[in-house]
């Protein structure tokens, strides 16, 4: 299971290890067939490679195991995506601007690349196809974080839909989305349904 937070440092903090920069541990176990009401130890950190617009390069990301059914919290930083290199908060803005710009994807992706040279057309249009295989959860977990973001009137098309979705968290603020959703739902907005997170 994966939580985001809040934070105020920057992801060169989190390239050594500190646990000072993570919340605590968790007082009960946060799967809900335990929920012991026991607190959560620590279990090592693990090391990812993280891709910003100011940073690239390994952060270290703090894991907390429950002590009765083994299973492991990691924390991400609000800004950190499981199993994704690039920023969550960089793919939501790209994303936004490439909704709003009417700009071929090609001629998009030279401008991100001024920023993010190792990103590809592939990149974002994975990310896009992600988005859509996700629309039920996003869904979901958006109804949960504001309410008053439910979509009302006939079904939109996936991609009007992806733009509008985009123009919400927009609004919301990405990383006010991304704690959000991890609250709700325990995962991002990109994780694979057939991944167990
Ligand atoms: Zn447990």
Redesign the pocket.
Known sequence: MQFSFYTDCTAQDFSVKNSKIFPTAPER?P?KD?S?PVKLKKHGYYSKFYISGTFSGVIYIRRYI?P??G?TVSMLPMFCLQRFQYSGIDIINILHEFYQSQMSLRKFVEKVKLDLPTIERRHINYYRKRIVDNRKLIQYGLNLISPEFIFAGTIPENQIWVKTFLDKVQRLHPHVFLVGFSKTTGKSFLTSQNMIA
């Open positions: 176990c799967f335990c012991m429950c009765i059914c299973r």
